[in-house]
């Protein structure tokens, strides 16, 4: 079975804290995505990753960054937490386009 | 620009009648459409897929989809609904990225 691991299930962090979501993929796949979801508005995508060191732009991409060093781990960085940015984050990883497969998802709370 | 519209926020049936989710899409070449249920408080299930060939698509759980592509539709049934079906369903379109419906809820009564 896939197994996309997210490192925090639930987080609680202070506005302006830099927050690290780690996310880590089992199955060797190329592309990697990280989407938040918000009740009436569904998935977002924030970014998502091709390849080691690629990364494009998603539909809410500001205030958040990410990294691909290596071709299983896939970081979401809040570079300065708002309370906007409380949300449920999912991680994903897929063959190119192919099913795409979900960690359990981690809540962060920004008080 | 692809994309999938679910119309309807809430379905309601009861146990043992028959559930159909819907979905529409917009895409501008072959669509790979998708169906996800997501249980409280955890990440997405993949439920099934149409990528090409026979317009009916059997996945997990007893679960169904109809490709209509002169409908532009793709929506997802089940002949007899139990009550653990009870979740939030999206309906997913991938291009090169997957993009998701707002989601349905689903609420089957005993």
């Known amino acids: 079975d896939v197994k996309v691991t997210q490192s925090s299930r639930y987080l609680v962090k202070r506005t302006g804290e830099k927050v690290f979501l780690e996310c880590v993929q089992d199955?060797?796949?190329?592309?990697m995505f990280w989407y938040r979801q918000d009740p009436g508005l569904g998935l977002r995508l924030i970014y998502f990753?091709?390849?080691?060191?690629?990364?494009e732009k998603g539909d809410i991409p500001e205030g958040y960054s990410v990294s691909r060093e290596k071709k299983e781990r896939f970081s979401l960085i809040l570079e300065s937490a708002s309370t906007n940015q409380t949300s449920m984050y999912l991680c994903?990883?897929?063959?190119?386009?192919?099913?795409?497969?979900f960690g359990e998802g981690s809540w962060l709370t920004v008080v | 620009a692809q994309s999938v519209a679910q119309p309807e926020d809430q379905v309601n049936v009861a146990e043992g009648n028959p559930l159909t989710v819907k979905c529409t899409y917009s895409?501008?070449?072959?669509?790979?459409l998708f169906w996800y249920v997501q249980y409280p408080n955890r990440g997405l299930q993949f439920l099934l897929k149409?990528?090409?060939?026979?317009?009916l698509v059997k996945g997990s759980y007893g679960f169904e989809a109809e490709f209509n592509k002169s409908q532009t539709s793709f929506h997802l049934k089940k002949p007899s609904a139990l009550v653990s079906d009870s979740a939030l369903y999206f309906c997913?379109?991938?291009?090169?990225?997957?993009?998701f419906g707002a989601g349905t809820t689903v609420t089957v009564r005993a």
């Open positions: 199955m060797d796949h190329e592309n």
């Open positions: 895409v501008s070449g072959n669509p790979y």
């Open positions: 994903a990883s897929s063959p190119p386009v192919n099913t795409i497969y």
């Open positions: 149409y990528i090409t060939g026979d317009n």
């Open positions: 997913a379109v991938n291009d090169y990225k997957l993009s």
């Open positions: 990753s091709y390849d080691v060191k690629m990364k």
